[in-house]
């Protein structure tokens, strides 16, 4: 590949999406086999288990990061793209608090999407190749936790992907699957764009802008 070739997208993410989609099957199988609670936690939000895949982000970020600033590819100020991520992670966290609170049901879903697209403009904003890389990657795997989520919901195995938060305990369960879904897609893909930018920023704070670097193998 030409040095100043960007590495194909799927060729970038494959592994990451690949170690994703493994934790995600071992934790659902840990959860309904009710293995120990410390690494399969069954709580809302997946109880802070270490076995997750929200770990992953700022790794993965870190190493995108720091792939692209090898190949040239880093924004031109690296220090500028972590405060638009942090900006972007603190809009989405704080519009997400603020709907949940404030809003009728009927309202959360477009105002949580709305959000999520706000926010995600930062991480693009901040550097597009790195983001372009994490949506791709947040977006198959949160796919995958959605599909989990629709075949387990009905079935009422009390694993994490079916638990709603206690504020959305007393509504109908057609309520809470599609609050558990949009979760998902409006929080999560954009989250994984903010905070693995922040770290893939500081990666290429790190390493240095270095355009003459060969690519990494």
Known sequence: MDANEPTPIWRTIRVPVLVSLAILAARLTGEILEIDHAWFAREAGGGGSPLGMSWLIPVFGFLFGWRLT???????????????????????????????????PAALGPTLAAVGVVSAL?????????????????????????????????????????AVAPS??????????????????????PGTALAGGLAGSLASLIRGRRGDDAPDA
């Open 122 to 162: 930062f991480a693009w904003r901040a550097w597009p190749e790195l983001a372009k890389r994490l949506l791709a990657y947040g977006l198959v795997v949160r796919v995958a936790v959605v599909g989990i989520t629709l075949v387990v919901f009905p079935m009422e195995l009390g694993t994490h992907f079916e």
């Open 70 to 104: 090898g190949e040239g590819r880093a924004p031109d100020r690296p220090g500028l793209a972590l405060v638009l991520n942090l900006l972007g992670l603190a809009l989405l966290v704080g519009g997400l608090i603020g709907a949940v609170q404030m809003l009728e």
């Open 168 to 189: 959305f305990a007393d509504r109908p369960r057609d309520a809470q699957l599609l609050a558990l879904c949009m979760a998902q897609i409006a929080f999560w893909i």
